[in-house]
Each structure stands twice: as C-alpha cells, then as structure tokens.
C-alpha cells in the first residue's frame, strides 16, 4: 500500500493484510501539491522514506523513478537508500526528468535497453536491496513485443523482478503481457490503479501465478483528499465543527499515532518529578 509520509505509513502498517510500504513518488509529490514529474527534490525523496521507516516495521519499497538522472546519479542514491533501511528499489526504464505515467498525453520517452541495463547494474552493484525493474515500454504506446524484449533483457542484468506498468483501462494487456512472460523465476509486479475492476486474487489467477506483488499505488493519498475535503465543506456548511466529530479521528487516537505511549514511559524514566531525590 501507498504512503506518502510516516503517518500514513504507519496506518498502512497498523492495517492488518499488507505486506510492504510503497513509497509512492505520486503520493510524495502529490503531497507536495506539486506534479510526478521529478520535480520534488531526491533530499527530500531520501528523507521521507527514511522517515517513513523509521515508525513502523513493513520492509519499505521505494519508488526511485528513473534514479535521478543517469547511471551515476543512481549510483550515488543506492547507498542512501540502503541507509535509509529500505528493502527494494523501483527503477523506471523513462527519461529523466519523468513524467506520471497516468497523466493524460504524458511526455513518456524511454532510454535506451542499453542505458537501463547500466542503471540495472549500478544498484545491484551498490546496493543489496532487491532491485525491481520497471518498463513503460506498454505506458509510452510501444507494444508487447518492445516490453517484453526490455523486460527479458532487464532480467537478464539482474534485476529480481520486473514491474509491467499499464494504464490501458482493460486489463488484457496487462494479462497478454504476463502470461507471454517466460521466466518464471523472476516475479511480476503491477499496479492495477487504471484497472480495478480486477480483485488481487483475480490478477493472481489470470496472470498464472506470475504476479507476486500488486501495488497500490496512490490510495493513500487519494483517501486522504476525499477525507479531508468532506470534511472541510461539511464545517463550512454547518457554520460549526459538531457536525464532523463523529466522522474523524478523535484526537486520542492522532496521540497513539503519534507514539504517545512511548513518550510517557520515556517521562517516567527520564524526567523524575522535582521531589524525588
Ligand atoms: C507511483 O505511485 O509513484 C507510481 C505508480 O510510480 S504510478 O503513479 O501509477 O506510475
Ligand atoms: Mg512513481
């Protein structure tokens, strides 16, 4: 599941059912009020997901886009990122600087198969997190036959899985894509948010079994603006706050959020009243 900062990470991981933190860079920059378009800073990309890991205990997956530039600059980010704890890096085969690849009539140009087996090989060189390949071979328009070539040859560097993005509403390319998929020893990824008709088990069974892990990739953020613009036009509406109470958190529960709990035991050690000796 999506996160966008440590709290919502940390109500991913209080949820029972998922297994990893996606740090998504949608939901970054989307917090930022700002486009998925490499335009958040890679300090503020580096200190969110470290921030992000440091208050609940899913393995982090984090969303690199295209590494920040070329080979090198990847090159530089992969320590960091393995400093920050993460468990897996994203890295998509699209030019830098990216551009969403949900936005309408995005600017989706891709690098060279050759360019992103280079970028392959610097994070599984610098890094022991597993590496998930991305092509946007099928987002930029250019057919199965283009995505699995890059997907097979990303394989081929090490990547140890390979994300196949579509944002075709039907789900059939998706599909055609998996089932095409010959190795079986490297697992699929998909993010189903152009296609959610499909249930998780669905996409496990019409894939064969080939999707280990299905991201969903910005409902984080997504619940969060429909919550709060409910919320806020209701207040405007009754002139009041009453009207909301029963509708959102209670402030004891933002406390537990929070780490309340962990701040009183550090108090009752730490901070001994005035009168004890
Ligand atoms: C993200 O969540 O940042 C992703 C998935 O990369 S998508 O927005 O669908 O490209
Ligand atoms: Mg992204």
């Given amino acids: 599941m999506a996160a966008h900062n440590p709290l919502s990470a ?29 335009i958040v800073s890679p300090s503020i990309h580096l200190e969110t997901t470290r921030a992000m890991g440091e208050v609940q205990d899913l393995p982090t997956i984090a969303d690199l886009d ?11 980010a992969i320590p960091r990122y393995q400093a920050a704890g993460v468990a897996a890096v994203v890295i998509e085969d699209k030019t830098f600087p990216k551009d969403s690849s949900l936005r309408i009539d995005g600017r989706q140009s891709l690098v060279s198969i050759y360019e992103f087996r280079g970028k392959i090989a610097a994070a599984k060189d610098l890094g022991s997190m597993l590496v998930i390949a991305r092509t946007e071979a099928l987002i930029a328009g250019l057919g199965q036959e283009e995505a699995l070539k890059r997907a097979l040859a990303y394989a081929d560097a090490g990547a140890d899985a390979i994300l196949i993005h579509s944002k075709q509403k039907a789900p059939d390319e998706m599909i055609s894509f998996c089932r095409a998929w010959p190795r079986n020893g490297v697992p699929l990824v998909v993010v189903p948010t152009s296609y959610p008709q499909l249930s998780f088990e669905e996409i496990s069974r019409l894939t064969d079994g080939k999707v280990r892990l299905i991201i969903c990739g910005n409902h984080s953020i997504r619940a969060t603006v429909a919550a ?5 036009r209701q207040i405007v509406q009754d002139n009041g706050i009453a009207g909301v109470e029963g509708q959102i958190a209670p402030v004891s529960d933002v406390f537990a959020l929070q780490g309340d709990a962990v701040m009183r035991k550090m108090e009752k050690k730490y901070l001994p009243e005035p009168s004890a000796p």
Avoid: C, Q
């Fill in 10 to 38: 940390k109500i991913v991981a209080e949820t029972d059912g998922f297994d990893a933190i996606w740090a998504s860079g949608f939901e970054l920059s989307a917090s930022y009020a700002v486009p998925d378009a490499s």
């Fill in 66 to 76: 295209t590494g920040f530039g070329n080979a090198i600059n990847l090159a530089y």
């Fill in 228 to 232: 709060m613009r409910h919320t806020f």
